[in-house]
């Protein structure tokens, strides 16, 4: 696996079931972040973690509970949902907070029914 | 509070033809980032600039920078088929020091057709 992968590609889950998203980088890098993407809303940042420690809380709802347990590993746990939650989550990562460029990784397509 | 805002939100072209994406942001920054995303794909990295002045060209896209003006373009000359897809512009919230946290615009989604 090269770049940024994440797991699953797709989710359909019930509002009150409880899921998690994965983030794996690959190349080395010490931040990583989480965005949301709604079909009618900007790109939306949501967490940064550098170094394993979180930077940035973007006033996101405590249904959604990020976790870092290193730098190559970041999920998205989620609980009792709403519908509008349904987006595309996108993990990124860069050398450090702030570094220049942030890659990103394929997405997970979420559906809450 | 940072706002970027991109125009047109649509963008339909003939290929052949040349035109220009607007991205205007409202305070001061010195990173800007231009990203291309395919449908159900994720978001590629086309640009990255960092100076008032900065253009930086990839075959037929051009960047430019201007910070006085807070405003980037992306040009796009004589386009092709290739090169439909949804463009976004970035902007880094930090100045002087970036702090990483983009503030993306809603994006151009571009067709080209024959």
């Known amino acids: 696996e090269t770049g940024v992968t994440q797991t699953p590609r797709h989710l359909v889950m019930g509002m009150t079931n409880k899921k998690s998203l994965k983030c794996e980088q690959h190349?080395?890098?010490?931040?990583m972040y989480w965005y949301k993407q709604s079909a009618k809303k900007p790109l939306e940042l949501m967490f940064v973690y550098n170094f394993k420690e979180q930077t940035e809380n973007n006033s996101v709802p405590s249904r959604f509970s990020p976790e870092c347990p290193n730098s190559s590993h970041l999920f998205l746990h989620l609980h009792t949902l709403q519908p509008e939650d349904s987006a595309l989550y996108l993990c990124a990562s860069s050398q450090t907070q702030g570094a220049r460029e942030q890659y990103f990784g394929p997405g997970t397509r979420l559906t809450v029914t | 509070e940072l706002k970027v805002e991109q125009n047109p939100l649509f963008l339909s072209m003939q290929e052949g033809k040349n035109y220009t994406i607007y991205c205007n942001y409202s305070t001061t920054s010195d990173r800007l980032y231009w990203y291309r995303q395919d449908p159900g794909k994720s978001l590629e990295s086309l640009f990255v600039?960092?100076?008032?002045?900065a253009v930086k060209q990839e075959g037929r896209l051009m960047a430019s920078l201007d910070t006085k003006a807070r405003l980037s373009t992306l040009h796009i000359t004589a386009a092709v088929h290739d090169l439909s897809a949804t463009y976004f512009c970035a902007v880094d919230e930090g100045y002087g020091g970036s702090q990483g946290n983009l503030i993306f615009g809603k994006g151009t989604k571009l067709s080209v057709k024959p």
């Open positions: 600039l960092l100076s008032n002045g």
């Open positions: 190349l080395g890098h010490n931040a």
